[in-house]
Antibody
Framework: EEQLVESGGGLVQPGGSLRLSCVAS????????MNWVRQAPGKGLEWVSY????????FYADSVKGRFTISRDNAKNSLFLQMNSLRAEDTAIYYC??????WGQGTVVTVSS | QSALTQPASVSGSPGQSITISCTGT?????????VSWYQQHPGKAPKLIIY???NRPSGVSNRFSGSKSGNTASLTISGLQADDEGDFYC???????????FGTGTTVTVL
């Protein structure tokens, strides 16, 4: 059974940083592109970032470009999202998703003073 | 990349069929057959129910079906059941450096 487990969320002050992690199991992690998707409280889904399987191809939503960095460690079946210069509008549940087909349960990020 | 447009809410009685639209542009839905649909129950993660416009993942009820015409994709739920209540989102591949876009979301209510 495919499983994705996110961690690393929490409360952070505006301007601060957080690093989210997602550990994958039940599928060949290294062969799939991976995404981060977020959902602000009471709002819809917003695609955040994508990283390719083997090549270091990365893409970002305009709202996070220059502040967030996606990376992966295929040896540890892990996906990461380094979030810097956080803003109140980054407050959301952050989901990791394999090819946007399988999703984790999410980790909550709250940016507030 | 602007969000795909969905109706805010759709409702129906048990047993009826409902259809949710998802309108994009020629640059996304109009060009690529990479439209997916997700169901999200309150407090839960989204679940893929349709991919590549018409395909259902294993284990998803055949009461869910997808289609596309021009720049608009549609999700039909037939034989509406109480458990179908929740939020539904479409997504499309865009072929740009922001490769995916989601719809605005539709809340389905079973009367």
């Amino acid at each position: 059974e495919e499983q994705l487990v996110e961690s690393g969320g929490g409360l952070v002050q505006p301007g601060g940083s957080l690093r989210l992690s997602c550990v994958a199991s039940g599928f060949s992690f290294s062969t799939y592109g991976m995404n981060w998707v977020r959902q602000a409280p009471g709002k819809g889904l917003e695609w955040v970032s994508y990283i390719g399987s083997y090549r270091p191809t990365t893409f970002y939503a305009d709202s996070v470009k220059g502040r967030f960095t996606i990376s992966r460690d295929n040896a540890k079946n892990s996906l990461f999202l380094q979030m810097n210069s956080l803003r109140a509008e980054d407050t959301a549940i952050y989901y990791c998703a394999k090819d946007l087909s399988s999703w984790g349960q999410g980790t909550v990020v709250t940016v507030s003073s | 990349q602007s969000a795909l447009t969905q109706p805010a809410s759709v409702s129906g009685s048990p047993g009826q069929s409902i259809t949710i639209s998802c309108t994009g542009t020629y640059s996304d839905i109009g060009t690529y057959n990479s439209v997916s649909w997700y169901q999200q129950h309150p407090g839960k993660a989204p679940k893929l129910i349709i991919y590549d416009v018409t395909n259902r993942p294993s284990g998803v009820s055949n009461r869910f079906s997808g289609s596309k015409s021009g720049n608009t994709a549609s999700l039909t739920i037939s034989g509406l059941q109480a458990d179908d209540e929740g939020d539904f989102y479409c997504s499309s591949y865009t072929g740009t450096d922001t490769p995916y876009v989601f719809g605005t979301g539709t809340t389905v209510t079973v009367l």
